[in-house]
């Protein structure tokens, strides 16, 4: 399958496809304990939000086979640990309600076969772009390795800022944008005898699809860190943490040509809070218009409520 295409240019609508025919790749590679960077590094990173942030409502905007919203429903049930709950946004109310978003519905079979006996995750068919909920119905909004494979990331973040309530938190895990680059990677010259990460052209936005592994492929939307800062800051969410953590341990030991470049992120989460009163002095978004009048940015409901 050829997928000759100008990067300059948003994908053909057909590569969203993408994902039904390759659901399987991702959940027999990622899920279920299969991965190192979920299991030592995403997984324990969202436990940690959810103990500090305490949701009692949580979307998982393109939760593929489920296993992070099977992760909030087990914290949720087992309550805060010891520690949490200064920070926190709700009363800690349990059991947690999940929902999960996904367009693919070769996910969400999967994801409604691993639910787990007494921890129910609602899931709902739809897009990012354009989530069927009622504005600020969500404590928490979490999207892992999603927005860096869709068109629309804009619309999508200021969606978030919709259906997140006042003081809601949004938890965004993405493949690091700069040092995952495209064309970027770690480079042993052995004529000049250097060694160095090499970043491909950050600022340029790149829209591909890529064979990840033997005729799976997938579509991705590289872009500068700024554009999803800019669209948070435009959708009222403001950043309150950062992180880049290193690679874990799990993934050095499988991917023996990375341990020299283990200084280097493959990973970068965003943790932001809604605000109160959105900043108008934020730029719209592109493709988003300023909003306008007393309805205020987060206008528009849609759909009925989490299920
Ligand atoms: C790399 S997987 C991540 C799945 C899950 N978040 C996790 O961490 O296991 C990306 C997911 O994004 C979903 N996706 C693709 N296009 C989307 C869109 N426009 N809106 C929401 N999700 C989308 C895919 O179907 C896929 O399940």
């Not at 639910?115 to 995750?121: E, I, S």
């Not at 992180?243 to 970068?268: I, S, T």
């Amino acid at each position: 399958m050829s997928y000759l295409h100008d990067p300059a240019d948003a994908l053909p609508a057909e590569t969203s496809q993408l994902w039904e025919h390759n659901a399987r790749w991702w959940q027999e590679a990622f899920t279920e304990g299969a991965d190192p960077e979920y299991e030592e590094q995403i997984v324990p990173m969202l436990e940690a939000e959810l103990a500090r942030l305490r949701p009692s409502c949580l979307l998982d905007i393109g939760c593929g086979e489920g296993q992070l919203c099977r992760v909030a429903a087990r914290v949720g049930a087992e309550g805060a640990p010891v520690g949490a709950g200064a920070a926190g946004l709700g009363a800690g109310t349990v059991p947690l309600r999940v929902v999960g978003l996904d367009p693919t519905l070769a996910q969400l079979e999967v994801a409604a076969q691993r639910q787990v006996p007494g921890l129910p995750v609602g899931l709902v068919r739809g897009e990012a772009a354009s989530l069927p909920f009622p504005d600020g119905c969500f404590d928490v909004a979490l999207a892992c390795l999603v927005f860096e494979h869709i068109e629309g990331a804009d619309q999508a973040i200021s969606e978030v800022g919709r259906v997140l309530r006042p003081g809601g938190a949004f938890l965004l895990f993405l493949n690091h944008p700069l040092l995952q680059a495209p064309g970027s990677g770690w480079v042993d010259d052995q004529i000049l005898g250097e060694q160095y990460w090499r970043i491909g052209p950050y600022l340029v936005e790149h829209h591909s699809v890529e064979e990840v592994a033997k005729d799976v492929w997938i579509p991705f939307v590289h872009r500068p860190l700024s554009s999803y800062l800019n669209a948070m800051a435009a959708a009222g969410l403001y950043v309150t943490a950062m992180h880049e953590p290193a690679p874990p341990g799990g993934f050095l030991a499988r991917a023996g040509e990375y341990a020299e470049a283990a200084a280097f992120p493959r990973l970068a989460f965003l943790r932001a809070e809604k605000l109160a009163v959105p900043d108008r002095s934020a730029p719209p978004p592109r493709g988003v218009a300023r909003p306008t009048g007393a309805g205020g940015p987060w206008a528009a409901p849609t759909g009925p409520g989490p299920q």
